[in-house]
């Protein structure tokens, strides 16, 4: 695996990286992914950065590998947070929510790597032109804010549109999952709902026992009216979300409602008034292990995948 131009490009020893969890993808997340030999992220979510600056500070004690800060786009401190990455010499930047154009020269003149998550081909063909150095293909089976196509369908057709390396999202948590983005064309993955459920996640209980317990069709869609489609783990919260949403158009009022809940469940651990955040795999998890062990369960599954699926083709 040390072949991926992924590895290579981020020096690390497997193409895992931990997706950037807004709230749950701290700096202790971020090292225990690193020093396991992927790449961790901290999520600088709706976070000012001087918030952030103290990550980064905590992470450049944990680690001395390499890692990455998620900047979500749609945040009001997203100018900020790129100047702090720029300031901190952050090695890699990844972003999500919205197109990330007018930071891409930036980060270039600075050698940082960017990995922008894009829904869609269309994003994915832009992004390349303007210079990014890998991207994220993220499917709506994803957890959080998401896009319209399945991991399945648009990784393959993203893979053929461009020649920079894909990161497939969405849908994957072991060495099946893994094989599979493999096999569509991705040189890497990325690994979200799976590290909710780690000894190193210092999120509330109740949120990683929300996880472990949800099912197969446990996770809905919030937001389809608002354009900021968000997928939650079904709980009161999410139920009282989708009816409003059937009776207003009011996205002012659906605004305020969604605002501080993500904050309430993952650190509050109020897990029936808060959004719970999490990919359809959720079902999937059924054990809280170290970041360690995730990963190398996780590669140790994908090399025993590989060799036992050729019986299928010969
Ligand atoms: O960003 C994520 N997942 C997130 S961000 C987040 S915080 C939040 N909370 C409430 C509402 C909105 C955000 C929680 N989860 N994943 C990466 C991702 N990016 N998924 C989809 C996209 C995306 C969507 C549209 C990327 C680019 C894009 O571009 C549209 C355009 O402007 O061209």
Redesign the pocket.
């Known amino acids: 695996m040390m072949n991926s131009r992924i590895c290579k490009m981020l020096s690390i020893e497997h193409p895992i990286i931990q997706g950037g969890m807004?709230w749950v993808s701290t700096a202790e997340l971020a090292a225990a992914v690193s020093n396991s030999g992927g790449l961790g992220i901290i999520a600088a979510?709706?976070a000012p950065a001087e918030v952030i600056s103290e990550e980064i500070r905590k992470i450049k004690k944990l680690t001395d590998k390499p890692y990455g800060i998620n900047v979500?786009l749609?945040s009001p401190y997203a100018d900020e947070i790129i100047d702090l990455v720029i300031r901190e010499k952050v090695p890699v930047v990844t972003t999500?929510?919205?197109?990330p154009g007018k930071y891409i020269k930036m980060l270039k003149d600075t050698n940082t790597k960017i990995i922008p998550?894009?829904?869609s081909v269309s994003?994915a063909k832009r992004v390349e032109k303007a210079g990014v150095d890998a991207i994220i293909v993220?499917g709506t089976e994803?957890?959080?804010?998401?896009?319209e196509l399945t991991t399945m369908a648009l990784v393959p057709q993203v893979v053929d549109a461009v020649d920079i390396p894909v990161i497939a999202a969405g849908g994957i948590a072991d060495g099946r999952g893994m094989i599979a983005a493999f096999a569509l064309g991705a040189e890497g993955v990325q690994i979200g709902t799976r590290f909710i459920c780690s000894n190193e996640c210092n999120i509330h209980e109740d949120y990683k026992q929300s996880v472990l317990s949800a099912k197969d069709r446990d996770t809905i869609v919030t937001?389809r009216s608002t354009g900021?489609p968000?997928r939650v783990i079904k709980n009161k919260f999410a139920r009282e979300f989708q009816k409003i949403e059937k009776s207003t158009n009011d996205l002012e009022e659906l605004e305020k409602l969604?605002t501080g809940k993500?904050r309430l469940s993952v650190v509050d651990g109020d897990v029936d008034n808060g959004s719970v955040?999490a990919g359809q795999i959720a079902g999937l998890v059924k054990d809280i292990k170290s970041c360690k062990e995730i990963i190398e369960d996780m590669v140790k599954e994908a090399s025993e995948v590989y060799d036992s699926i050729s019986r299928f083709i010969n």
């Not at 999500?96 to 197109?99: D, E, K, P, Q």
């Not at 994803?142 to 896009?147: F, L, M, Q, R």
């Open positions: 807004a979510g709706n979500m749609l999500g929510a919205g197109n998550v894009v829904p994003l993220e994803a957890g959080g804010h998401i896009g937001g900021h968000v969604g993500l955040m």
